[in-house]
C-alpha cells in the first residue's frame, strides 16, 4: 500500500519560514515527478512546485525566489522550504507523487501565516 506522509506544517508570522516533508513508501518509484500543491479555502488546488527524478524542478510564479523544492532519492523524500512567508500562502499544502501510471496523494498539512 502506498503512502506518503507529510510533516512539518504549521503557524508562522509573516516573514518566517516552515519546511515540509514527504516521504513516499509502499512501492519503487524509480521514474517519477514529486510536487507540493496548496489549496486554499475557497478556491481551487493549485501547483506550488515540483520536481522530478532527474532534478529538474518547477515553480508556481507566485513563489519563485522564496520556496525551494528538493529531493532525497533513496528516501523517496521530498521537502519543500519555504522562506519569506506571506499571509496568502497561508493553505493546506499537499504533497503528490505522479508517475506514467500512477498518481498519489498525501493527507495535507496546514500551513498558517499570520500577519
Known amino acids: 500500500q502506498v503512502q506518503l506522509v507529510e510533516s512539518g506544517g504549521g503557524l508562522v508570522q509573516a516573514g518566517g519560514s516552515l519546511r515540509l516533508s514527504c516521504a513516499a513508501s509502499?512501492?519503487?518509484?524509480?521514474?517519477?515527478?514529486m510536487g507540493w500543491y496548496r489549496q486554499a479555502p475557497g478556491k481551487q488546488r493549485e501547483l506550488v512546485a515540483s520536481i522530478t527524478s532527474g532534478g529538474i524542478t518547477n515553480y508556481a510564479d507566485s513563489v519563485k525566489g522564496r520556496f525551494t523544492i528538493s529531493r532525497d532519492s533513496a528516501k523517496n523524500t521530498v521537502y519543500l522550504q519555504m522562506n519569506s512567508l506571506k499571509p496568502e500562502d497561508t493553505a493546506v499544502y499537499y504533497c503528490n507523487l505522479a508517475g506514467a501510471t500512477f498518481l498519489y496523494w498525501g493527507q495535507g498539512t496546514q500551513v498558517t501565516v499570520s500577519s
Open positions: 509502499g512501492r519503487d518509484f524509480s521514474i517519477n515527478v
